[in-house]
């Protein structure tokens, strides 16, 4: 399985944008999909998650109220939608896929630039 992370960028402070996360290869069965970020100089953290099953989902205080996540089936395919961006925010992001067999994020993707601009 490959997850391939797209979308970031440079945005200004307040700006908008969408990290995607496409997923490839043989098909699995999964348990959740979530959104990670790892600032210079500090630890990877969580950002938001999503359950395939019921399509609930969970999110880090610091995101909550401005970042959705969704996915599409159809297109084998994880969103994160980010609003209200701060400098903060600014990170590598990183998408992961945890397979029902573990529910661990066994598999990553390489990683999506986001720098927020003040």
């Known amino acids: 399985v490959q997850l391939q992370a797209s979308g970031g960028g440079l945005v200004q402070v307040g700006g908008s944008l969408r990290l995607s996360c496409a997923a490839s290869?043989?098909?699995?069965?999964?348990?959740?999909m979530g959104w990670f970020r790892q600032a210079p100089g500090k630890e990877r953290e969580f950002v938001a998650r999503?359950?395939?099953?019921?399509?609930?989902?969970d999110y880090a205080d610091s995101v909550k109220g401005r970042f959705t996540i969704s996915r599409d089936n159809a297109k084998n395919t994880m969103y994160l939608q980010m609003n209200s961006l701060k400098p903060e925010d600014t990170a590598l992001y990183y998408c992961?896929?945890?397979?029902?067999?573990?529910?661990?994020?066994?598999?990553w993707g390489q990683g999506t630039q986001v720098t927020v601009s003040s």
């Open positions: 992961a896929a945890a397979p029902t067999s573990s529910w661990k994020y066994d598999y």
């Open positions: 290869g043989r098909t699995l069965s999964t348990a959740m």
């Open positions: 999503i359950f395939w099953s019921g399509m609930s989902t």
